[in-house]
């Protein structure tokens, strides 16, 4: 991919004629975060190294424009998506286009996670009898606020579960499998938090690709003890570090805007681009 000269000083949107020739040259299983300080793509190969992403940002961060950007770039090139969302308007974009299943109650997001469990061990089941599964599509797990939702899908499963049920949660005990199998199947996890205590912590090493923004230095040396010495935060709008191996790359952030996420995916759909 060649280097673009637009400058990573200032917001970085789809109307720059230069980003956005880049991000249609990508090929499918490649997904644009956004630009170096110097001007270099910053991406996802989600069939190579990179089989999940965990954004960890402070309040303001912009955590839900990361989602927004990576899952949209995903659907454009085919993949389905679970949209899990506690907080109910985080991914309106996403919500009623073709191959995207959105659940906004703590029932549904149970469901959909054991769901998925069913759906991975399924598609193991293919692998084992034909070798691949290359002809179905990849399956994208966006999940919005992951550490508060894996908790309080804990407590749910406390109110209703029954005598001789397990005392773990089905659908967290999903999550983390997931994590653990899904790359191998064609399903990746995109998820964001502003904490990383329980699954998400312990299962940090899952996630080749860790986005970080306006964390503190604690957070940072928790998530990505690899890197040294530890960056200082940035406060400007839509900056972060791209920890990929042992490298963070200050990385200004591709914005896509809601209308413009949809309106992808859209004409995809529509067999106009």
């Not at 000083?9 to 299983?29: F, K």
């Not at 502003?194 to 699954?199: A, S």
């Amino acid at each position: 991919m060649t280097k673009t000269t637009t400058t990573t000083t200032t917001t970085l949107r789809l109307t720059d004629p230069a980003v956005r020739e880049q991000l249609e040259a990508l090929p499918a299983s490649l997904v644009l975060i956004g630009l170096t300080t110097d001007g270099q793509p910053v991406c996802v190969d989600l069939d190579a190294d990179s089989p999940h992403v965990l954004v960890c940002t402070g309040t303001g961060g912009g955590a839900t424009t990361v989602l927004r950007t990576l899952a949209a770039q995903l659907l454009r090139h085919g993949s389905h998506a679970l949209v899990l969302d506690l907080k109910r308007i985080s991914h309106r974009w996403a919500s009623g286009l073709p191959g995207v299943t959105y659940c906004r109650e703590i029932s549904d997001v149970h469901d959909a996670l054991v769901g998925l469990r069913a759906e991975l061990q399924h598609r193991l089941a293919l692998i084992e009898q034909r070798g691949d599964i290359d002809d179905l599509p990849r399956l994208t797990l966006v999940f919005e606020g992951a550490a508060a939702a894996l908790r309080q899908l804990a407590r749910y499963w406390d109110t209703i579960r029954e005598k001789g049920d397990p005392k773990t949660s089905p659908a967290v005990d999903a999550f983390e499998y997931v994590l653990f199998a899904g790359p191998q199947a064609r399903i990746h996890v995109l998820a964001t938090s502003q904490l990383t205590t329980g699954v998400l912590g312990e299962g940090r090493e899952n996630f080749s690709t860790k986005v970080l923004g306006r964390v503190t230095t604690r957070t940072f040396q928790h998530l990505a003890p690899e890197i040294h010495p530890t960056p200082e935060p940035n406060t400007h709008p839509g900056r972060v570090h791209v920890v990929q191996g042992w490298n963070a790359h200050p990385t200004q952030v591709l914005l896509l805007t809601d209308d413009e996420a949809a309106a992808g995916i859209t004409a995809t759909a529509a067999g106009t681009i």
